[in-house]
């Protein structure tokens, strides 16, 4: 919890385990301590710092329990030895709150209580009556007028009743409803039960080998109550009626008619303000600063991030507003999920509270929902451009204790060496090791505030109304119009150099202050403020922005202003309007250049290069600038210009070199160029007095030489085929028709009259401990499945999960289930089925009797051999075994014997007879991959290895050949994808369980494959 480390030559080589990423490791099985220790040891050769213990689906050892508590004891000692950080993590998956449901099942009455709206004259007998209400409603079915009723009260004939009531939510996945984060005595019970009892054990070691402990994704949602005649749902708690008078001044059950529904004379409802104000107040109070004050006093910092902080609804809906329960992190977080760029809002909000009031570090978890093939270029850019926002913490999702039963479709990749690309990794991890470290020094400089509008869209929100899409999607309603410029704004400034913070109106209220002409949040300056789009400002915040323009500061509102003081009409609003500038959202950019001297410029042809975004940092001494490129398709070579002297030094955070940059000075400023490939990025000092190597002159291209195919391969590990279809039987019945394994396992289940498996159900330690799982057999069930071979492989494996369960025939003949070894995860074990197996048609049958914690899995045939389509269709019964793959041509490995294949293949490339005689000339060679579908890829040249994570997809390979080495071998990486899935629903955004569902709506029993390889031959160059 202590200030940063200051760098030094020896740190930035090699950044401490602080400044390293520490992944969501899921823990989803029988946990064993010797198993989790053999895996730390893996996060550490890749160059991981820590990890964070996060209880994940299918976990089989007791929540909290003692063997719990031993398996963590055993990682912090490991993290100990190895000098590694333990990160705890605070629930039973997730949202944080309920101690595995022990929370709300000890203690019933401290559930989430939601408020309901029903269209009904009465609310269920078995919920509390809250209020009665006659309404009247327009054509537009807007509310008129409304008025309560007494309990016998009858409305006229041209009213509507409306019935308010709570009750008590549905369970969640623990089995229990989740706790009211509103009820401080809630909160009380969980920091009792999971942090408490973390500190009794292993509090010696807070702050140090434990710095943090990670909250996911709490809120005060409504959650999910569906009594008859529903119309909304909202949030509430026990005394929320009392606090709100006492807050806000007035009775909120006269006018919760207002919080469901539209109002005939205007979008905007005072009482909707006022009660999402009151709300955030309360789940701020009772939740956030209450264990954030916990952590504080036991010398831990709370991180994590809270659920839905992307756009004003989502936020409204969920939280009231994201941005006051940052103040109570000392490293706040956020979480950003799947391949994108889109949640600049959410990386904003989070970073602004953090520079504003000093916190030195920035969680992002993410990575998550990207697939097996996402490629390591992806790991670069999700981060990248993050980083250029202020985060500087990674937790990565996710890195699988096991691959057990469902846990392989757990929102995957696995970032582990389930994965081919693992080995490599520690690229990666140093990469952004470096830039955490170096993007902790100083402070960054952001001259434009912009205030956040969520209290202008407390007004506005209807849960009746706004239709919010997953994810990012802003939906539609008065909330969305008013997002919408904001997002575009946020874009804008970025895209045009100028980086800002967001202003929450709370924290604004509590930390600003007028310094001269700059306004001060906190430790933060600001020349600027810009205020998007509003309805409603805070008095404390209109009273600021008029001491600050006095002292001569400038106000810009860009788009509509607003017209409203705390939620009410207020013409106290003028005089701050006529001595502020204004102009129209999408002018925000040229409004701010003419009012604000420029710091940073990024200049490409001429016009500003909008796809790179930018930070810059004060440090000792001079200044940082890190510069991401937000092109991956295509790379660019920029001017940079920055307010600063000379010397101008590139940080290669990759490879840890530091090379002078040629500059011009004059002005005040110094230029400088840059070469941006695509997903490119540069760290860059100026003014800093640093030892580095002499400017690069960029290389000519003399000749080139291409890499004619076929090229010879070797495969670094066995060829795979997925068994994932089969017929089944229960008993003495028929064998069914070809089906999807994870359907059969269903109707498997059904027979017993046992429910489907279900990612989002109950933990299997909790099934046990309340006996609805246990390990009685019910009856004798058989799963066969087939498959075709051409040419007998010299060896061929099963993999098989727990074969101990089963009788294993191969053919008519019995095969042993001692296990030979395992294939890509500990938990899916080989089996050796070579000698049973004929040319033709093959069957390997499985037979068991089936007990109710029982995983049916497909199985995957591993060994020497090739695969060839055989029927019109890439189905199950399409394919056939075939002699193994020696060479390949240029293009994808479908369709060349690895259709299914999920490790890496190295090209066999003779060098040139030219290449050779231009070295012994002394011209420097590099080899090009001009086209490759990878996660990753290396060269390898003799005993060196180039590895090439991302683009540019090239190297200088001179010195490795001096030695006369005649051959590459070019190691182009795949993914799991093709053959662990989803190999029946095409690529969505977001991969998760949903996606390998046989009940998906775009499921097809074709296969459905991704191509990697050579489309073209690699190209060795001829530099001059």
């Known amino acids: 919890m202590g200030r940063a480390v200051e760098w030094t030559d020896e740190i930035w080589l090699e950044p401490p385990s602080i400044y390293r990423s520490a992944p969501f490791w899921a823990w989803n099985d029988w946990m064993d301590p010797q198993r989790l220790c053999r895996q730390i040891e893996q996060m550490h050769s890749a160059g991981m710092g820590g990890f964070f213990m996060h209880s994940r689906y299918g976990l089989k050892t007791p929540y909290l329990s003692d063997e719990w508590f031993a398996c963590v004891d055993a990682c912090v000692e490991q993290a100990r030895r190895l000098g590694m950080k333990a990160y705890i993590y605070d629930e039973d998956r997730w949202p944080s709150g309920t101690a595995g449901g022990m929370v709300t099942s000890d203690h019933p009455e401290l559930s989430r209580r939601p408020l309901v709206a029903l269209r009904a004259d009465r609310a269920p007998e078995e919920m509390e009556k809250i209020a009665r209400f006659a309404v009247k409603f327009d054509d537009s079915e807007r509310v008129r007028a409304y008025r309560p009723l007494k309990d016998s009260e009858r409305p006229a004939d041209d009213e509507t009743i409306i019935s308010f009531a709570v009750g008590v939510s549905e369970p969640t996945r623990t089995g229990s409803p989740y706790l009211d984060t509103l009820n401080a005595e809630a909160v009380g019970e969980f920091i009792r039960l999971t942090h408490q009892a973390y500190a009794d054990r292993f509090g010696k070691d807070f702050g140090e080998l434990i710095p943090a402990i990670f909250t996911d994704e709490p809120n005060c949602g409504a959650g999910k109550i569906s009594p008859e005649g529903l119309l909304a749902r909202a949030p509430w708690t026990k005394k929320l009626l009392r606090r709100f008078k006492r807050r806000r001044g007035y009775d909120l059950r006269e006018h919760l008619i207002e919080l469901v529904l539209p109002l005939a004379d205007g979008e905007f409802s ?181 205030i956040h509008p969520v209290e202008s869209a407390w007004g506005l929100f209807l849960p009746t109304r706004e239709k919010l899409g997953w994810f990012k999607t802003l939906g539609t309603g008065p909330v969305a119009e008013l997002d919408q410029p904001f997002q575009s704004m946020l874009v804008a400034l970025l895209d045009g150099h100028y980086d800002y913070d967001l202003a929450d109106e709370s924290l604004l209220e ?97 016009r500003r290069a909008g796809y790179v975004w930018t930070m810059l940092r004060k440090v000792k001494g001079g200044q940082l600038l890190f510069v991401q490129s937000c092109d991956r398709n295509a790379g660019h070579d920029v001017r940079v210009s920055i307010t600063g002297r000379k010397p101008v030094v590139l940080w290669d955070a990759m490879t840890g070199n530091r090379r002078r940059v040629e500059a011009a000075s004059g002005g005040g400023s110094v230029e400088f160029d840059l070469h941006l490939p695509p997903t490119g990025s540069a760290l860059v000092s100026v003014g800093l007095r640093v030892d580095a190597d002499e400017p690069l002159e960029p290389a000519a291209i003399a000749s080139t030489v291409d890499a004619t195919p076929p090229w010879k391969i070797e495969l670094p590990e066995p060829n795979s085929f997925p068994l994932d279809f089969c017929r089944f039987r229960v008993g003495e019945g028929d064998l069914s028709a070809p089906m999807p394994v994870l359907l059969a396992d269903e109707k498997i289940r059904a027979h017993f009259g046992l429910p489907a498996r279900d990612n989002a159900g109950p933990q299997t330690w909790l099934l046990a401990a309340t006996g609805q799982a246990d390990h009685k057999p019910l009856g004798r069930c058989e799963m066969a499945f087939n498959f075709h071979v051409s040419d007998i492989p010299a060896s061929l494996h099963a993999a098989i999960e727990r074969p101990e369960d089963f009788e294993i025939i191969v053919n008519g003949q019995t095969v042993a289930s001692e296990p030979t070894g395992w294939w890509v995860d500990e938990d899916l074990k080989t089996i050796d089925i070579s000698g049973a197996v004929k040319d033709g048609d093959n069957e390997l049958l499985l037979r068991f009797d089936y007990r109710s914690e029982m995983e049916l899995e497909d199985l995957h045939l591993v060994g020497p051999f090739g695969v060839r389509q055989s029927g019109p269709k890439r189905t199950f019964d399409g394919y056939t075994l075939t002699v193994p793959p020696t060479e390949l041509s240029a293009g994808s490995w479908v369709g060349q014997g690895l259709d299914f294949y999920g490790g890496a293949v190295e090209y066999r490339i003779g060098v040139p007879d030219s290449v050779r005689t231009a070295v012994e000339d002394g011209c420097r060679i590099r080899l090009t991959l001009p086209e490759v579908k990878c996660t990753a890829a290396a060269i390898h040249v003799g005993a060196e290895t180039f590895v090439l994570p991302w683009p540019p997809m090239s190297a200088d390979i001179t010195d490795a050949l001096a030695d006369g080495v005649g051959e590459v071998r070019v190691e182009v990486i795949g993914g799991r994808k093709n053959i662990l899935g989803p190999l029946h629903t095409p690529w969505v955004r977001v991969t998760g369980p949903d996606n390998f569902s046989p009940h998906h709506e775009q499921w097809t029993d074709e296969y459905l494959l991704n191509d990697h390889g050579l489309p073209a031959p690699p190209v060795f160059e001829i530099l001059e």
């Open 510 to 606: 509590r930390y600003g202050r007028t310094t001269k002409d700059q306004l001060a949040v906190g430790r933060m300056r600001y020349r600027l403020v810009v205020v998007p789009p509003t309805v409603t400002l805070r008095a404390s915040t209109v009273a600021l922005l008029k001491e600050f323009v006095s002292a001569g500061g400038r106000v810009l509102f860009a788009g509509s202003a607003p017209d409203r003081i705390d939620g009410a009409v207020s013409e106290k609003l003028s005089d701050l309007l006529e001595q502020a500038d204004v102009c129209e959202p999408e002018e925000v950019v040229a409004a701010v250049e003419q009012r604000l001297d420029r710091r940073v410029s990024v200049i490409e042809n001429g």
């Open 270 to 450: 005072k009482v909707r303000h006022d009660y999402y104000r009151t709300v955030t107040e309360l789940f701020v109070e009772n939740y956030s600063a209450r264990i954030g004050r916990w952590c504080r006093r036991h010398g831990i910092v709370l991180t994590g991030h809270y659920n839905a902080e992307t756009s004003l609804a989502f936020q409204i809906g969920f939280l009231g507003a994201a941005m006051p329960h940052y103040a109570h992190q000392q490293w706040p977080g956020i979480d950003i999920l799947t391949d994108q760029r889109e949640e600049i809002d959410t990386v904003k909000q989070c970073t602004s509270v953090a520079a504003q009031l000093g916190r030195e570090r920035v969680l992002s978890e993410l990575y998550g929902c990207t697939g097996w093939d996402w490629p390591m270029e992806g790991h670069k850019f999700n981060a990248g451009w993050q980083y250029v926002l202020g985060v500087n913490f990674r937790c990565p999702h996710l890195s699988l204790y096991s691959l057990a039963g469902g846990a392989k479709r757990d929102f995957p990749a696995s970032i582990f060496p389930h994965s081919p690309w693992w080995k490599y990794y520690r690229t990666v991890e140093d990469y952004f090791a470096r830039l955490s470290l170096m993007l902790t020094q100083g402070k960054c400089v952001r001259d434009v505030l912009v």
